[in-house]
């Protein structure tokens, strides 16, 4: 089974040498020639463009930044029409619920099936193929993939129609994005009484606040280390794309967090730990 990838980012790139080690032939396009270049090095063949991946791809996947890449990417004639015969595509990004079943709809007519599989797990579980992967679409795609998503993570979930990956994805994301904004608040009180966050830290990991979340980011508070990791700007994302699926609904805590991130958004291509800096320059500025 051929492979096609595009969108070789922080998720992208480990996802493809997990994909290659489990011996699949794999082709890869960015916009970024040099991301290309850093996995044809590790044994990928590059592609000049998606036109020239597709015909070469029995499945296509994208993990790409926001709905209007997945589609400008996805919904191209020519690219479409270029695949071969019985090709799936499976979209990995965390997009809209509404944009990927507008894409399945779309590929209709080409006789392409299209499956709807967001991850969890971030840079570290894409690295060590532990992801947690929210499959939704027609139960013959989601086999013919499975092989595949078990190059790629641990915990395979089969969500039902295709859309339902993305609105559960997103729902994952809305818990996690609310609990980085408390849990920088805990670290802002720890550090302004001095408390030891080394003691702090494994006392939390043995009791009920302990969460995955927590495990990944507090460390990170503490050292300062923001740089890689999940894009403030993407989980703010995410986190809208939640919202706008309890529309309707009071969601007081969710819209909150998404503000207090706007505010914070001079930030937004380090980690999601750098909430801890949301009100830095507001006590500088207070002496």
């Not at 799936?88 to 392409?112: L, R």
């Not at 003691?199 to 980011?217: C, E, H, N, P, V």
Request: proline fraction near 5%; include cysteine; hydrophobic fraction near 45%.
């Amino acid at each position: 089974m051929r492979i096609g990838f595009i969108g070789l980012g922080a998720m992208g790139f480990p996802m493809v040498k997990n994909l290659l080690a489990a011996g699949y032939p794999v082709t890869v396009y960015d916009i970024s020639p040099a991301a290309v270049d850093r996995l044809t090095a590790e044994g990928a063949q590059g592609a000049a463009s998606t036109l020239a991946l597709a015909p070469v791809s029995d499945v296509v996947i994208t993990m790409l930044p926001a709905d209007k890449h997945v589609k400008s990417v996805l919904m191209d004639p020519a690219f479409a029409a270029a695949l071969p015969k019985g090709a799936t595509v499976v979209d990995m990004s965390s997009c809209t619920t509404a944009a990927i079943q507008e894409v399945e709809a779309w590929y209709a007519p080409y006789g392409v099936d299209v499956v709807d599989a967001p991850v969890s797990g971030g840079v570290e579980g894409a690295a060590a193929h532990t992801l947690s992967i929210f499959a939704a679409g027609k139960p013959e795609a989601l086999a013919r993939v499975h092989p595949v998503f078990q190059a790629l993570g641990r915990d395979i979930f089969d969500l039902g129609k295709c859309g339902m990956g993305k609105a559960f994805k997103n729902l994952n994301n809305m818990i996690t994005t609310c609990t980085v904004m408390v849990i920088s608040e805990v670290y802002r009180i720890a550090k302004k009484q001095g408390y030891d966050t080394d003691k702090l830290y494994d006392m939390i990991m043995a009791s009920t606040g302990m969460s995955r979340t927590f495990q990944a980011r507090f460390p990170r508070m503490v050292n300062g280390s923001y740089q890689g990791g999940f894009k403030q700007s993407l989980g703010r994302k995410d986190l809208g794309n939640a919202i706008a699926l309890g529309e309707g609904e009071p969601l007081p805590v969710a819209k909150l967090v998404h503000e207090l991130m706007l505010a914070n958004r001079a930030y937004d291509d380090c980690d999601m730990a750098v909430a801890a800096r949301l009100f830095e320059e507001k006590e500088a500025s207070h002496g």
